[in-house]
């Protein structure tokens, strides 16, 4: 059996004349730039979420920084969050000057660990400006307790719902959870589009302005630049993709959810004698499960005996943020977050998809029977 990690062929094999002719639609009436599939797309995505604002961007990542210099981030502020994610979250950080800082996770959720992070605002002598909560692998940070802990404490709360959209907290979206939330539409996210794409949501008509106007080189009208912004727009054709993929992504959720489920009572023996580890998943939430990780001792034996078998894993992530040459000059060094480290030295992802088959992942799970009982 041959195996993809994440088979884009195959969904593309599922809309490819609604995609084709979506396409097509666009370059016949050129207007690549802000054209009428961008206004669609974010009308579709704000109801989705149920926020009051969506505006589509260019990435994740252009979403990440356009959220913070609608914050009004300056060089110098400190922006508090986790080193278990991609590089994305904290680079624009740094890219605007401002001051991250880490705080461990939870070794259950793989998130922000909050109990830490209400120690750290309860001793630490530096204006904190913000926080950026992710939701690894697609589930939620626990929001409601993040916002109990900063009450009155005049501190943003950015969420980074890159890997969580159409997940849930409680009743309410993920992508809806922070005063600005983003969300990624890289290939391989859950929803993802052709290329690089990216979308902002708020609740604050006055962040949503700001956000619009950066992303479109700061302008009001134009050439009357009001802000200094840069060039952070979605391609029309990219929103024309994702806007049939939207009509297809309901089942898709589902069936990520189904899954899921398949590999969690698969595994369930090896998971009830915590030879392997899973995220826990609170009750009332749901994860559309952006990666399939285990936690497993003896992870390069397991890779190369998958890989030997044809079947392909991939690490999210194998060096925390806090120990990235990139990010030296801050200071931290090894057992800083002995959690996140952990993670980063046991951490596999599995295939998956939405189209993946029961038996696909039967065969998976077979194969790491074989290498862990040796049968
Ligand atoms: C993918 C990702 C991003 C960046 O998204 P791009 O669209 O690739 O720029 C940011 N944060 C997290 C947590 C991600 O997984």
Redesign the pocket.
Known sequence: MEIEFCDLKKQYGYMKEEIDEAVSRVISRGDFINGREIKLLEEKCKDFVRAQYAIAVS??????LISLMALDVQPGDVIVTTPF??I??VEVITLLKAKPVFIDIDPNTFNLDCDKLEQYLNTTKEKVKGIIG???FGLCCDYNKIREIIKGRDIFLLE?G??SFGSMYNSKMACALGDIS?T???PA?PLGCYG???MIFTDDINLAEKAKMIRNHGQIKKYTHNLIGINGRMDTIQAAILLVKLKHFDKEISNRVKNKLFYNRFLHPLINDKTIRIQRVEKDWESVV?QYSIIVDRREELIEWLSKNKIPTAIHYPTPLHLQPAFEYLGYKERDFPIAEYLSKHILSLPFDAYKSKEEIEFITRTIYQKIYKV
Not at 59 to 64: H, I, V
């Open positions: 990435s994740g990542t252009d979403a990440l994610t991609f994305s979250t992710v939701n690894i980074d890159a890997q983003i990624s539409f890289f996210k690089d794409g990216g952006a």
